[in-house]
């Protein structure tokens, strides 16, 4: 596993969470909106609105959920399950680089 590659990964997810409040998406929308008014476009912009909505209430979670996976890779613990201490699958570390548990703990706390 490289764990640089994971790190900027992390980085790079933090940057945009911290760039990118969620503010110049919404506003950026509400123009659209003023401009054409077209049922298909409003349409499309209410989603653009919900979705940002819906990612700011995440963004918190997943900022502190990077800063920890950072901690890890600084530790040398990045990658372990915290659940099971097995090691995280590479394709599920790349997907969710901040992710703590590995699938088979994932699929436990659903259920
Ligand atoms: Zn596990």
């Known amino acids: 596993m490289d764990l640089e590659v994971y790190r900027e990964a992390l980085l790079r997810k933090k940057q945009e969470l911290l760039g990118g409040s969620g503010v110049r998406p919404l506003q950026a929308t509400m123009e659209n909106n003023s401009r054409q008014g077209d049922m298909a476009d409003q349409a499309s912009g209410n989603n653009e609105v919900h979705i940002a909505l819906k990612l700011r ?45 590995c699938i088979n703990c994932k699929e436990k706390q659903k259920a």
Do not use: F, M
Not at 68 to 77: I, N, P, S, Y
Not at 78 to 92: E, K, N, T
């Open 57 to 101: 209430q995440t963004d918190a979670k997943i900022l502190q959920a990077i800063e920890d996976a950072l901690q890890r890779v600084e530790k040398g613990t990045y990658g372990s399950c915290r659940d099971c201490g097995h090691p995280i699958a590479d394709a599920r570390l790349k997907a969710i680089p901040w992710t703590r548990v």
